[in-house]
């Protein structure tokens, strides 16, 4: 690879994943994955194969299903920890194995508990494992940027020897300011023998907002690899973020001299398409992809840009891919059209989920004279979002005046009977809610209910979304419709279903685990 070339890693299925209410399914996580790969990214940090069962099955399947991205697996410098992210990556083409260990004096001392030496030795023996099993090997010194830099080097330089290909070094907590960044990297470069036969890598948190302008610090110093997320997403304040990152090598690429292999077109739906499956909304004025990056009011502004696009506006809209509000199709469209338009926003979809979006385009055709692509969008994100499903909607009607209340019937999936039920409530939504958990006995604390609408106009479809904790986890309902009261009621009931695969779930892990606990009882 070419001296100029910078190798974009994006963790936004690990590190963005991590993101309080940011879990995503193992759909949600295939689409999003597809979606990096179109959009070009050198390296998809999957997940973290040993973290959940869960977590192993995504990347597993990233790494049978996506190809072209190397597809790679985090663990901890451990056996078990290697052992089963090698499990997971091993059907990609191009798979690797990252492994962390932390090396920082308050991590050593107050979480691992290690002198220096045992962390040289644990560093190399997992290095040398992972490389067994692959020779595409990454190595990071968590908590890099507080570390002191002989220990720094003296750690890094022994995991290059074990056979790390790629070397990153980890502003874990975003500490680092970018000057002293630039020259720990500059340290490193000067004192780590055989550095410079392998490619140095930089990840940054934004806890003081700084995780780009790092990541840029570390390049100008040698760094080839950015890792980092869509819309910044990540632990505590997030990191680095992609889109920004990207257009600023493009964007001064007078100053910086580097390229990457990004189609830059499709940064505004990936932004979209990830904000919609995490729930987690994009700041109005965010740098690249926000609702205002490339929005004018000011009479002077708009004046010089009328004149001179330029004299306000550094990036073409165009080259970020944000679109303009179009009709592109209506009640008489057919499937190719849609098929092909479906395409053309970037989603993934096998025939049984397209087909499933046709018969629903089919239904808001007959509702709304005039169909966005926000509305394309919506029928297709209900699709990524659709998982196993044990209550189905069947009818609802809710009353606001008076007392609110609401009637419910649901279909019981599993065993094929309709459930009826009526409460009151704060008012019709609240109702509907309440009914829902009598009839399902599903108990569920909302954290957060919002609705907003997709499109424009008076027949526009509204968005609810749904956040809720269960078991200290965070789960999410989205749904879409032109009625927002049933929009709000499909959105709880994603939540009780997904609620409900997991209260199975644990019950065939703990029937599964009797017969073998009662074996090792008569073993002994």
């Given at each position: 690879m070419?001296?100029n070339?910078?190798?974009?890693?994006?963790?936004?299925?690990r590190?963005?994943?991590q993101?309080p209410?940011a879990?995503?399914?193992l759909?949600e996580k295939?689409?999003v994955a597809?979606?990096?790969?179109?959009?070009g990214?050198d390296v998809?940090?999957a997940?973290?194969?040993?973290?959940?069962?869960?977590d192993?099955?995504?990347?597993?399947?990233?790494?049978?299903?996506?190809?072209?991205?190397?597809?790679?697996?985090l663990?901890?410098?451990?056996?078990?920890?290697i052992?089963?992210a090698w499990?997971a990556?091993?059907?990609?083409a191009?798979?690797?194995?990252?492994?962390?260990?932390?090396?920082s004096a308050?991590h050593?001392?107050?979480?691992?508990?290690?002198?220096?030496?045992?962390?040289v030795?644990?560093?190399?023996?997992?290095?040398?494992?992972?490389k067994?099993?692959?020779?595409?090997v990454e190595?990071?010194?968590?908590?890099?940027?507080r570390?002191e830099?002989?220990?720094?080097?003296?750690?890094?330089?022994?995991a290059v020897?074990?056979?790390?290909t790629?070397?990153?070094?980890?502003?874990t907590?975003?500490?680092?300011?970018?000057?002293?960044?630039?020259?720990?990297?500059?340290h490193?470069?000067?004192?780590?023998?055989?550095i410079?036969?392998?490619v140095l890598s930089?990840?940054?948190?934004?806890?003081?907002?700084?995780a780009?302008a790092?990541?840029?610090a570390?390049?100008?110093?040698?760094?080839r690899q950015?890792e980092?997320?869509?819309?910044?997403?990540g632990e505590?304040?997030?990191n680095?973020a992609?889109?920004?990152v990207?257009?600023?090598?493009?964007?001064?690429k007078?100053?910086?001299?580097l390229?990457?292999?990004i189609?830059?077109r499709?940064?505004y739906p990936?932004?979209?398409?990830?904000?919609h499956?995490t729930?987690?909304q994009?700041q109005?004025?965010?740098?690249?992809?926000?609702q205002?990056?490339?929005?004018h009011?000011?009479?002077?502004?708009q004046d010089g840009?009328?004149?001179?696009?330029?004299t306000?506006?550094?990036m073409?809209?165009?080259d970020?891919?944000?679109?303009?509000t179009?009709?592109?199709?209506?009640?008489h469209?057919?499937?190719?059209?849609?098929?092909q338009?479906?395409?053309?926003l970037?989603?993934?979809l096998?025939?049984v989920?397209f087909?499933?979006?046709?018969e629903?385009?089919?239904?808001l055709?007959?509702?709304?004279k005039?169909?966005?692509?926000?509305?394309?969008?919506?029928?297709?994100?209900?699709?990524?979002?659709?998982?196993?499903a044990l209550w189905t909607?069947?009818?609802?009607?809710?009353n606001a005046?008076?007392?609110?209340?609401?009637t419910?019937c649901?279909?019981?999936?599993?065993?094929?009977?309709?459930?009826?039920?009526?409460a009151?409530?704060?008012?019709p939504i609240?109702a509907?809610?309440k009914?829902?958990?009598?009839?399902?006995?599903i108990?569920?604390?909302?954290r957060?209910y919002?609705?907003?609408?997709?499109?424009?106009?008076e027949?526009?479809?509204?968005?609810?979304q749904v956040?809720?904790?269960?078991e200290?986890k965070?789960?999410?309902g989205?749904?879409?419709s032109?009625?927002?009261?049933e929009?709000s009621?499909?959105?709880?009931?994603?939540?009780?279903?997904?609620?409900?695969?997991?209260?199975q779930?644990?019950?065939?892990?703990?029937?599964?685990?009797?017969?073998?606990?009662?074996?090792v009882?008569?073993?002994?």
């Amino acid at each position: 690879m070419s001296e100029n070339r910078l190798i974009i890693f994006d963790t936004t299925l690990r590190d963005g994943e991590q993101s309080p209410g940011a879990s995503m399914n193992l759909a949600e996580k295939l689409e999003v994955a597809h979606a990096l790969k179109d959009l070009g990214v050198d390296v998809i940090e999957a997940g973290f194969p040993i973290a959940s069962p869960g977590d192993f099955e995504s990347v597993q399947a990233i790494a049978r299903e996506v190809h072209g991205p190397i597809i790679c697996g985090l663990a901890r410098c451990n056996d078990d920890d290697i052992d089963r992210a090698w499990e997971a990556v091993k059907d990609s083409a191009k798979p690797r194995i990252h492994v962390f260990l932390a090396t920082s004096a308050i991590h050593r001392e107050f979480k691992l508990q290690m002198a220096k030496e045992e962390i040289v030795r644990r560093a190399v023996e997992a290095v040398k494992r992972a490389k067994g099993y692959c020779d595409d090997v990454e190595f990071s010194p968590e908590d890099a940027a507080r570390t002191e830099l002989d220990f720094l080097a003296e750690v890094v330089e022994n995991a290059v020897e074990a056979g790390a290909t790629t070397l990153n070094i980890p502003d874990t907590v975003g500490y680092a300011v970018p000057s002293q960044y630039a020259a720990a990297m500059r340290h490193l470069k000067q004192t780590v023998r055989g550095i410079d036969n392998i490619v140095l890598s930089v990840h940054c948190h934004n806890d003081l907002g700084m995780a780009v302008a790092n990541s840029l610090a570390a390049v100008r110093e040698g760094a080839r690899q950015i890792e980092c997320t869509i819309n910044g997403l990540g632990e505590r304040a997030g990191n680095c973020a992609l889109e920004e990152v990207v257009m600023a090598l493009r964007t001064r690429k007078d100053f910086f001299g580097l390229e990457t292999g990004i189609n830059t077109r499709r940064l505004y739906p990936i932004s979209r398409l990830v904000s919609h499956v995490t729930g987690i909304q994009v700041q109005r004025n965010k740098a690249v992809v926000g609702q205002n990056a490339f929005a004018h009011e000011a009479g002077i502004h708009q004046d010089g840009l009328l004149k001179e696009r330029s004299t306000y506006e550094i990036m073409d809209p165009e080259d970020v891919g944000l679109p303009k509000t179009e009709l592109v199709l209506g009640k008489h469209s057919g499937r190719h059209a849609l098929r092909q338009r479906i395409r053309d926003l970037g989603y993934h979809l096998d025939d049984v989920k397209f087909q499933k979006v046709f018969e629903a385009f089919k239904v808001l055709a007959d509702r709304k004279k005039l169909i966005y692509d926000a509305d394309v969008e919506a029928l297709a994100e209900a699709q990524i979002h659709d998982g196993p499903a044990l209550w189905t909607l069947e009818a609802f009607q809710a009353n606001a005046g008076g007392i609110p209340t609401a009637t419910v019937c649901l279909w019981n999936n599993k065993n094929g009977t309709i459930h009826k039920d009526a409460a009151v409530g704060d008012g019709p939504i609240d109702a509907i809610f309440k009914t829902m958990e009598r009839i399902t006995g599903i108990e569920v604390h909302v954290r957060d209910y919002r609705v907003r609408s997709v499109t424009v106009g008076e027949d526009a479809q509204g968005e609810a979304q749904v956040e809720a904790e269960y078991e200290t986890k965070s789960l999410r309902g989205r749904a879409v419709s032109t009625d927002i009261i049933e929009a709000s009621a499909v959105a709880f009931l994603q939540v009780i279903n997904r609620i409900a695969t997991r209260r199975q779930a644990a019950l065939e892990r703990t029937a599964a685990a009797k017969p073998l606990e009662a074996a090792v009882v008569a073993a002994s």
